[in-house]
């Protein structure tokens, strides 16, 4: 583990998007509102702040940090779901794997409540797409997968 | 959640997989054991077993279950590498969401030590590959990732 | 700890309830969707569920129990919201605790989604209310809340 | 979840009460230390305790914050157990529902102790009753509940 | 981690024990119920319990494992506090490591109560004392602790 | 719970050491990295440090506490090995029971591991070491186990 007592608590952000390749019946669903295990777009959304929070217990080496701000967002798209999230702390340390962690467990639990309607789905991308705050500043990746 | 009260325990199993796409450094900073934050590869093994285990604390709807089996292996491609997971349980359900968790907090835990070499790096896929057991049988995906 | 080694696994049921005494701003604000924090309902079923497979967690001297089945409900009243929960187990001691404590949790949960409308909502009340299957066989409370 | 990034750190403090309504056999075996599963003040206790510090972990969208401060209290009073808590942080946002959470999981480990003498034991109020510090400063319920 | 699927519930049973090392100070403190932060032994008593139901959660590669009865003692001696645990279970695979983190754990939590009288308290000693069930069958340490 | 409140964040420093007592067997399964359930060694080093991410959860009145530093290392002895820990915090309270807990954790993971070569391994000692920062300012023991 990094030492960082000596690193000044500062307002950082940090950004991270993944995709969930879904089949035309699991759109259709997702759209209808039909998934038999219920709300599947409610239920992702909030295992992937809550597993923001997790992300120190998942990852050994990562430091315990204080989640001051977390939004997950869910997007019905032509052949799957783009889930983006926004996490920010006056911590320590980045939080760039809270924001990664959280569109990759809303993710999972969106696999969860559809896989019934068919196992061939898939997290087909997670990756994290902006950072700012930090000795190292502001950061962009170039190419946004929806661009 | 399904009510699994009536299910027979039974063996069953699932396998799954997920790509972490790296950049030349990254490779050459793996295969050299050269990762400033320590040993990628076995604490992202362990990680992945870890959060099998973990399941039903990140997915909401998911059942308890008797995680009676779980290897991950990571093994490193030409510019990723790939992780696989196998787990078993002899429970009253479906083991696909342990594998798939597996892999996926693996890959998580793989980034978080490589992420300080280059941001870059992406969870590039991740999906359930077999699942043997159960009511619904056998199944095993058509297109295996490296076929 | 009570020592249940010797007990059959049978299936056994327990449901719940628990109200959340709200004032009439917030009873608007729920069925205006309203809520600032977001979909206050959607998050106090899935904190429900959650909670219910943490019962062993929170409670020292509670067996860790396979949660089976569990479903959270929340109907608006006039003054409050009626949480309830029916929770089953094909495992080896009673699941009472675990509806008591989705209900319980999920009334925490819509607390801290409402309570930026109104400080001075309350839980005020939360039982078991119907217990089926073990050695005690069928129980339910005479006297109903919503009697 | 709120962004709570640009509030100050400051001294915050917050009061809970819930009662725990039993029969007179319950009240006779807690007064004479004559739980059968042990002592039962002392596991609610500790439960609560441990109970607040996992405030975060039980609603999807509170933030983690410092527990600095934690004490839980319960009293025998005719008919039922008063149970209190007082919570303090220093930290960037308030701490009702750590205090409101530890009464609240005290309760649920209480009738986990004391449910095997009689069933119908039942959580019959849990409330914040007092805060202080932050930007909406001092609030105090009005009528306690034991006024 | 070992494939247990094909092993066969049955009744299995471990005990363990660990020693604290106290000075007089401390001994005298726990004599007279001084311990300034309060019931050490309870507090003890009850992290070890709770300990016991983690253990797959601080042991990578331990088996989820009902634990389906368990009990922790604590027992004043001349210059220490000896520990000791008796824990079954009616699952797939051995209960000896939930026997020793129940009393390390407990351990742990005895000496966070008493290092306010005397930070040089220590964990002398912790041990798997005896095992039955399973295909290995009975086992005990021929050495106890004090004998 | 101790009212750390209006103590001054500042930066803390902790050691412990732990040593587990082997027979020649395991002595020499781990030199050859020939222990059958994987690389011990790795296995107990990551579970000390996610195990000292975990203190508050295993004590009951210790309190939540950023972990800012944290490495855990492992050496072969004649007749066991010697664990060490170096943890570190820029929080308001000492971090001396995370050491602690990290040495004592890894020390029963590596239990885990080994224990089907040989059950007669034993945890023979974990103590505090060293602290430094907050008020009390340095302590080191006088007598280090391998003096």
């Known amino acids: 583990m990094v030492d960082v007592t000596a690193k000044t608590p500062t307002i950082r952000e940090a950004h991270a998007e ?56 869910l997007e019905l798209m032509d052949a799957g779901v783009r889930i983006t999230s926004r996490v920010k702390t006056a911590d320590r340390t ?27 789905v898939s997290l087909s991308d997670a990756r994290i797409t902006y950072k700012a705050g930090g000795r190292s500043g502001e950061w962009r990746r170039e190419t946004a997968h929806n661009a």
Not at 20 to 36: E, T
Request: hydrophobic share 55%.
């Open 18 to 73: 993944a995709i969930v390749a879904c089949s035309a019946p699991i759109m259709a669903a997702l759209r209808d509102d039909g998934v038999p295990k219920g709300d599947a777009l409610a239920v992702a959304r909030i295992a992937g702040i809550a597993g923001a929070k997790r992300t120190p217990e998942l990852l050994p080496l990562a430091h315990p940090i204080g989640v001051h701000f977390c939004a997950v967002d």
């Open 94 to 120: 980045g939080i760039e794997m809270e924001a990664l962690t959280a569109v990759t467990v809303a993710a999972l639990a969106l696999v969860d409540m559809v896989k019934g309607v068919d196992r061939g």
